[in-house]
């Protein structure tokens, strides 16, 4: 059963849209200057026109401040369902049984978001010590992105029919995208655990599990790339002394906390299938482990360095269904190099190989080099023939205006 979300979700939401606008990295509209980019362009790109790579450098732009950009700020509330609907049942059924005035008090209800005016949005995490929800700057701005990423690869937000589930297979393609900007962070931790933030985050929205309307073969292989992931991230903070109660991740509990409730979810809805036992690295360790198990191994870490797991809102349940006693590979050391415990570079290499293409094929063409991932179902990347044979109105959804602005690098924005 998946598990239950608020209709008023992000970017779930799904209606008939307006037409695209484009926007610089600042807001700028289609009739003002491009933005000049120095970075290079990322290769699994569309060499000409297309709103993911456009997206994917105004990432990059906005954090070149590596001190703004790992610097953890709050959110006021989370931006996808966490048990309120259920709190709200339940103060129903005390009102009817007339209890409510044994019922504990609450904290205060927060206020409207205004992006941070008034609300804790943005407001620096340091100054805020016990409040949840905080994430990097650079983690947030992961997060968002992929909201743009789902939205550019769904038909709906063009009045368009492709063919059936082009959304499922486009959030597919942006899982992958997320897998590959972990890969290419190898050499920056704190940028690995962005994507890390970025992925909890994505991962508990109902537009994230959109994704289960791909074959179930497929979408196991996916979770189990992406529980090995956060597991080899993990490691990482190990080997580098960040796993502790006063850790410079400052959300270390939450974001463990997430993906133990993204693994709990992705079982209940019969798409993080049993796996068989494996050795944990070393190979002459006799450490072992279920990769499709791998929210045992969250807890263990959790456990073993006293980090408390925190923001789900039935956490303390997930806790209790985990096994805290799982095995651990040997703690790493920097003297160590780079180490792989949870095969996380050979099993990526054979997901790759599996699953080449596949992305590609259910748009039948392809626009990139990449085995996975790419921008193959972003809409803007296809020709204005393609999208006009596809569209209600028999026509191209994308203006001159739209596509002039679109190769010149500007950012397209649905809704």
Same mark, same amino acid.
């Given at each position: 059963?998946?598990?239950?979300?608020?209709?008023?979700?992000?970017?779930?939401?799904?209606?008939?849209?307006?037409?695209?606008?484009?926007?610089?990295? $600042?807001?700028?509209?289609?009739?003002?200057?491009?933005?000049?980019?120095? =970075?290079?362009?990322?290769?699994?790109?569309?060499?000409d026109i297309s709103g993911s790579a456009n997206v994917d450098m105004e990432y990059k732009i906005a954090t070149q401040d590596l001190e703004k950009a790992y610097r953890f700020v709050c959110i006021?509330?989370?931006?996808?369902?966490?048990? +309120?609907?259920?709190? +709200? +049942?339940? !103060?129903?059924?005390? !009102? $009817?049984?007339?209890?409510?005035?044994?019922?504990?008090?609450?904290?205060?209800?927060?206020?409207?978001? /205004?992006? *941070?005016?008034?609300?804790?949005?943005?407001?620096?995490?340091?100054?805020?010590?016990?409040?949840?929800?905080?994430?990097?700057?650079?983690?947030?701005?992961?997060?968002?992105?992929?909201?743009?990423?789902?939205?550019?690869?769904?038909? !709906?937000?063009?009045?368009?029919?492709?063919? @059936?589930?082009?959304?499922?297979?486009?959030?597919?393609?942006?899982?992958?995208? &997320?897998?590959? !900007?972990?890969?290419?962070?190898?050499?920056?931790?704190? $940028?690995?655990?962005?994507?890390?933030?970025?992925?909890?985050?994505?991962?508990?929205?109902?537009?994230?599990?959109?994704?289960?309307?791909?074959?179930?073969?497929?979408?196991?292989?996916?979770?189990?790339?992406?529980?090995?992931?956060?597991?080899?991230?993990?490691?990482?903070?190990?080997?580098?002394?960040? &796993?502790?109660?006063? #850790?410079?991740?400052?959300?270390?509990?939450?974001?463990?906390?997430l993906f133990m409730a993204f693994a709990r979810y992705a079982k209940q809805c019969s798409e993080l299938r049993d796996s068989n036992r494996q050795s944990l690295g070393p190979g002459k360790d006799?450490?072992?482990?279920?990769?499709?198990?791998?929210? /045992?191994?969250?807890?263990?870490?959790? #456990?073993?360095?006293?980090?408390? &797991?925190?923001?789900?809102? @039935? =956490?303390?349940?997930?806790?209790?269904?985990?096994?805290?006693?799982?095995?651990? %590979?040997? %703690?790493?050391?920097?003297?160590?190099?780079?180490? /792989? %415990?949870?095969?996380?570079?050979?099993?990526?290499?054979?997901?790759?190989?599996?699953? *080449?293409? &596949?992305?590609?094929?259910?748009?039948?063409?392809? @626009?990139? /080099?990449?085995?996975i991932g790419g921008d193959n179902l972003d809409i803007t990347t296809w020709s204005s023939e393609r999208r006009k044979e596809k569209s209600f109105e028999e026509k191209d959804p994308l203006t001159?205006?739209? =596509?002039?602005?679109?190769?010149?690098?500007?950012?397209?924005?649905?809704?």
């Amino acid at each position: 059963m998946q598990p239950k979300r608020s209709a008023a979700d992000g970017p779930s939401r799904r209606s008939k849209r307006s037409r695209p606008s484009t926007e610089g990295t $600042e807001g700028t509209n289609a009739t003002s200057e491009a933005p000049t980019w120095s =970075i290079p362009r990322d290769e699994r790109w569309s060499p000409d026109i297309s709103g993911s790579a456009n997206v994917d450098m105004e990432y990059k732009i906005a954090t070149q401040d590596l001190e703004k950009a790992y610097r953890f700020v709050c959110i006021c509330r989370t931006p996808f369902y966490n048990g +309120e609907r259920e709190e +709200e +049942e339940e !103060d129903e059924e005390e !009102d $009817e049984q007339g209890e409510s005035s044994k019922a504990p008090e609450k904290a205060e209800e927060p206020g409207k978001c /205004d992006g *941070g005016d008034t609300c804790l949005c943005n407001k620096p995490a340091s100054e805020h010590p016990g409040h949840i929800w905080k994430l990097s700057y650079a983690g947030l701005r992961k997060f968002h992105t992929q909201e743009v990423h789902c939205q550019l690869r769904c038909p !709906d937000y063009f009045e368009m029919y492709t063919f @059936n589930r082009h959304g499922a297979y486009g959030v597919l393609e942006v899982l992958q995208n &997320l897998i590959l !900007d972990f890969e290419e962070a190898s050499d920056n931790y704190q $940028e690995q655990w962005a994507v890390c933030e970025g992925l909890a985050f994505f991962l508990m929205t109902n537009t994230a599990w959109e994704v289960t309307g791909v074959d179930g073969n497929t979408v196991t292989e996916t979770y189990l790339i992406i529980g090995r992931l956060f597991l080899s991230m993990l490691a990482t903070l190990e080997r580098f002394g960040c &796993l502790k109660e006063d #850790s410079e991740f400052e959300n270390l509990g939450l974001v463990m906390a997430l993906f133990m409730a993204f693994a709990r979810y992705a079982k209940q809805c019969s798409e993080l299938r049993d796996s068989n036992r494996q050795s944990l690295g070393p190979g002459k360790d006799k450490r072992k482990w279920y990769p499709h198990n791998f929210q /045992d191994q969250i807890l263990a870490y959790a #456990s073993k360095y006293h980090i408390t &797991l925190v923001g789900p809102h @039935n =956490i303390d349940d997930i806790i209790k269904k985990a096994r805290a006693g799982a095995d651990l %590979p040997v %703690p790493p050391t920097p003297e160590m190099g780079r180490v /792989d %415990p949870f095969a996380l570079a050979k099993n990526l290499k054979r997901y790759k190989e599996e699953q *080449g293409g &596949l992305t590609a094929w259910m748009a039948l063409h392809s @626009n990139s /080099d990449t085995p996975i991932g790419g921008d193959n179902l972003d809409i803007t990347t296809w020709s204005s023939e393609r999208r006009k044979e596809k569209s209600f109105e028999e026509k191209d959804p994308l203006t001159e205006e739209h =596509i002039e602005a679109l190769k010149k690098g500007m950012v397209i924005a649905l809704g």
